[in-house]
């Protein structure tokens, strides 16, 4: 009686894959097992399928890290696409999306989020980094809980089972030289000393959900220099690991007021003013000169890279190739939520530099001639460095250690029946739908997403639906 308790249990939390993805590449036949807490115990390759273990529908990939979101923007999506300018650019777009940031609610977040992250798990997210920064109410005064919209989110992943490391952000003026924050930013706005005490109140809360907790200067736009030192020397004090995420060269308007301010480059300025290392992840890199490609990669420091939204906000593009000569590690981020799918962050990143190179296949490795396999496995590294999941020196993906994050492909889809698992995963992002493949989606060992869908996918469609009219205003 004991024996077979034991053994149902430990046929529980295993799974034999025929293909798997491991972070030295593809294995077959492959047996992976996980304890109660979530974490991988045991990957095996090249064994027999034990009796009475699940098999997977198809190969097994690593669970996509989304290393920058920004969640309350996923109502807004769609929202932006008419000319409303003479000539509409990023910041027309964040005009826009400021008045719709000054109507949302804490239940109007919270029911955004969690379909949100429903959406980021149906198509292969199996954790986020959310850099949040509506703290205040809509006239800017501190809700009685100042936590109150960071609570909502740490809630929003509880709910859809996705692994969450909160960023709450820092955001002090509306331009370099510490020019006086503007109005419709007055719900960003706190002090050094109140961020510090911010971390605080949430670490609890994170710890109780294991969520990670860090912390995002948003800009150097915004935030002044002495106070991002302090900032990151209150941080480091709680934590001397925790992830510190920043936006640092999206558009040549503020690299050029950075020049007019400073004498130098955004990310020149960084590395020369901050202690970047490994903990910090540089999102939008988007400008940088092969001095600072070079420098910032040398760092260890993770370069966020959004590319669905860098393309939608017509932010320009980052050179690959040339981040990786100089050994940088980079992630991919769904930010404004135009799209939320890793495999159309992997597939716009890949053709923004094959229409730039006119080239093919620029994102392959001569370890690893299939691009869709090389970039998932540096983008799931990157995204668990920037995500502060990984100690270092750690590899992330389908290892023992890691949490059972993955996604197992439907063997079965059109698209990649009968072929060989590189092949699947190729056309799963080259050539599909991108969701209609994903046959399940497992976080912390547990299936959150079976048959493409989550348990909750209708309920919290549709409250994101109602939590959505609410925001909108009439055009
Ligand atoms: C954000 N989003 O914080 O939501 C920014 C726009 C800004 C992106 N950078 C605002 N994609 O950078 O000032
Ligand atoms: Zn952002």
């Not at 053994?7 to 047996?31: E, H, I, M």
């Not at 370099?176 to 605080?200: C, H, V, Y």
Request: glycine residues 8%.
């Amino acid at each position: 009686m004991a024996h077979d308790a034991m053994t149902a249990a430990d046929s529980a939390c295993s799974l034999f894959a025929a293909d798997a993805l491991l972070p030295t590449g593809w294995a077959r036949n492959v047996l992976v097992q996980w304890d109660g807490a979530g974490r991988v115990t045991h990957v095996v390759p090249d064994t027999a399928a034990p009796a009475g273990v699940a098999q997977a529908a198809g190969p097994l990939l690593p669970g996509m890290p989304n290393l920058h979101s920004h969640a309350f923007q996923r109502a807004f999506a769609g929202l932006t696409e008419y000319r409303g300018e003479a000539q509409d650019s990023f910041w027309s777009w964040r005009n826009l999306m400021y008045r719709f940031a000054q109507r949302i609610t804490p239940e109007a977040l919270e029911a955004i989020a969690t379909w949100l992250y429903i959406e980021m798990l149906e198509a292969g997210y199996t954790s986020v980094c959310e850099f949040h920064y509506v703290h205040h109410d809509t006239d800017g005064r501190p809700y009685a809980d100042d936590a109150t919209l960071s609570l909502a989110l740490l809630r929003a992943a509880h709910t859809a089972g996705i692994h969450i490391t909160l960023l709450p952000v820092l955001y002090q003026t509306s331009g370099f030289g510490a020019k006086p924050p503007r109005a419709d930013q007055a719900r960003f706005i706190r002090s050094t000393d109140n961020m510090l005490s911010l971390l605080e109140r949430l670490a609890p809360a994170c710890r109780a959900q294991e969520a990670i907790l860090g912390m995002a200067p948003h800009s150097l736009r915004a935030v002044p220099a002495d106070s991002l030192t302090a900032a990151v020397q209150g941080l480091t004090a709680l934590n001397p690991h925790a992830p510190i995420h920043i936006h640092i060269a999206e558009q040549t308007q503020e690299v050029d007021d950075c020049i007019a301010w400073s004498g130098q480059r955004p990310v020149q300025w960084l590395l020369e003013h901050a202690p970047v290392d490994a903990r910090w992840c540089l999102v939008h890199a988007t400008h940088m000169t092969p001095t600072e490609y070079a420098a910032a990669a040398a760092t260890g420091a993770v370069a966020g890279i959004c590319p669905t939204t860098e393309a939608n906000l017509g932010d320009g593009i980052f050179d690959m190739p040339l981040w990786l000569q100089h050994g940088g590690r980079w992630g991919v981020g769904s930010d404004s939520h135009a799209c939320v799918n890793a495999a159309e962050e992997l597939l716009m990143l890949e053709y923004g530099q094959r229409l730039v190179r006119r080239q093919r296949n620029v994102l392959a490795t001569p370890a690893q001639p299939e691009v869709a396999t090389a970039m998932a496995l540096q983008a799931v590294q990157g995204g668990a460095q920037a995500s502060g999941r990984l100690g270092d020196g750690q590899t992330a993906g389908i290892a023992v250690g890691q949490r059972a994050d993955w996604v197992v492909l439907d063997a079965q889809a059109v698209a990649l029946r009968g072929l060989p698992a590189p092949a699947m995963l190729s056309a799963h992002v080259f050539a599909s739908h991108r969701t209609s493949a994903i046959h399940s989606v497992w976080a912390g060992g547990q299936c959150r997403v079976a048959g493409g869908r989550h348990a909750l996918h209708d309920r919290a469609a549709g409250a994101f639906v109602a939590a959505r009219a609410t925001t909108i205003d009439a055009r």
